[in-house]
């Protein structure tokens, strides 16, 4: 079955900076498009970036100029840089890609979710 890795979590202190990344659980899976998703304890799931099959990227405002999606020249993973942390960000990420083989398109998968933790 088709599985999504998440890594790249964890606690750093406000201002620091994390690398997510997201990767298929077999090299023979490559990334279309994909996005970054979000959930802090009592709040809703919310989009915080997203990543065209095309490369264009979106971004919530909450994170314009501190998060950067991209996606490796092989396609094989979708990463979430994000730089000047705040305590506010902490949350559990969710990678969400729409993934296919060489001859066929699998569909849409999530991740399994990494913990990021914003504190002094």
């Known amino acids: 079955q088709v599985q999504l890795v998440e890594s790249g979590g964890g606690l750093v202190q406000p201002g620091g900076s994390l690398r997510l990344s997201c990767a298929a659980s077999?090299?023979?899976?490559?990334?279309?498009?994909g996005g970054w998703y979000r959930q802090a304890p009592g709040k809703q799931r919310e989009l915080v970036a997203y990543l065209t099959s095309g490369g264009v990227t979106n971004y919530a405002d909450s994170v314009k100029g501190r998060f950067t999606i991209s996606r490796d020249n092989a396609k094989t993973a979708v990463y979430l840089q994000m730089n000047n942390l705040k305590p506010e960000d902490t949350a559990v990420y969710y990678c969400?890609?729409?993934?296919?083989?060489?001859?066929?398109?699998?569909?849409?998968?999530w991740g399994q979710g990494t913990q990021v933790t914003v504190s002094s």
């Open positions: 969400n890609v729409d993934l296919r083989t060489i001859s066929t398109i699998l569909g849409n998968y």
């Open positions: 077999r090299n023979i899976f490559s990334i279309d498009a």
